[in-house]
């Protein structure tokens, strides 16, 4: 348990620092027989930061009911 609170409160701040990423994927354009055109296009995947916040309270959460059981 006090494993994966680590692991979220690592998560949560690391989602409250950058609030996505973006990524370059290749498409098809055209396609005619022999002829292919092709085209780069920039991806984005943004979440809200208030996502890392919940998990980074979550985290902690865990982290102390896993040490008031000891």
Do not use: R
């Not at 409250?16 to 092709?38: A, R």
């Not at 984005?44 to 916040?53: A, F, I, K």
Request: charged share 20%.
């Amino acid at each position: 348990m006090k494993t994966f609170g680590i692991i979220l409160t690592i998560l949560g701040i690391v989602m409250l620092i950058w609030t996505g990423f973006s990524y370059t994927k290749q498409e098809k354009v055209v396609d005619i027989g022999p002829l292919e055109v092709n085209a780069d296009k920039e991806k984005q995947v943004n979440w809200p930061s208030y996502t890392g916040g919940i998990l980074l309270v979550a985290g902690v959460v865990l982290i102390l009911v896993d040490k008031k059981k000891v």
